[in-house]
């Protein structure tokens, strides 16, 4: 097992936040994220100028929106400063991502959806709910969002966080076991950011005793971090 690190990192396909760059290439589809997938890959023929892609933290959601601002070249736009945008946006796609993690602009984004629609474009937004869900009290944007498509990304199925789980041990130059794959999808939180934890953890214990990862090592490790013991920073 390599402990060479000097090379740059390789992104990763998880919700870990803003910023992050995210390939095609990367994304593990499955039966939990395939629809969206497909809605992402078949832009520009999209069924409604403003889609809003729905599902829990750690779905992959970001990884999807950020897959679809790199193939239509769309603007992101901050949840907190759509007005900004507005004026200037003329054609070009947008994004927001979490458009439901605050309380949301309602007027912001009804006119934003406005100048999407009249300029022929497209408008995608990422939430952890339904637009149903998001208190929503102004009439007219709650008009423009029930005309939106929205998609359900649910959370990991088994085939999807074994994918997963199994690239970010390839990612990291590391060879596990399968049935140590199986178990650990078995153990841990159906979530791809605690699968994004739980490798690294494992890593770093292995590299420090200078062990393979063993499905021992895989029980240990899940088991501190099921205690709370299993906190750090990545």
Known sequence: MSDDRSGPPRQLPLDLG??????????????TNAEAAALVDRWPGWPSHVVVLAGPPGSGKTHL?????????????????????????????????????????????????????????????????????????LPDLISRLKAAATVEIHEPDDLLLAGVITK?????????????????????ERSLATAMRVVERLDRAALERKTPITR??????????????GEFDI
């Open 18 to 31: 803003h910023g992050t760059g995210y390939s095609r290439d990367e994304l593990v589809v499955s039966g």
């Open 65 to 137: 929106a950020q897959i679809w601002q790199t193939h239509a070249d769309a603007v992101a736009i901050d949840p907190d400063r759509i007005g900004e945008h507005i004026a200037g946006l003329g054609a070009t796609p947008a994004l927001i991502d979490d458009i439901d993690r605050g309380p949301i602009d309602e007027q912001g984004l009804f006119h934003l959806i406005n100048t999407v629609r009249g300029a022929g474009s497209t408008l995608l937004l990422t939430a952890r709910r339904f637009p149903s869900a998001w208190r929503v009290v």
């Open 168 to 188: 970010l041990f390839a990612d990291r130059q590391v060879e596990v076991e399968q049935h140590v794959v199986q178990y650990l999808v078995r153990r841990i």
């Open 216 to 229: 021992a090592l895989a029980a240990e490790t899940v088991s501190a971090m099921d205690e709370g013991q």
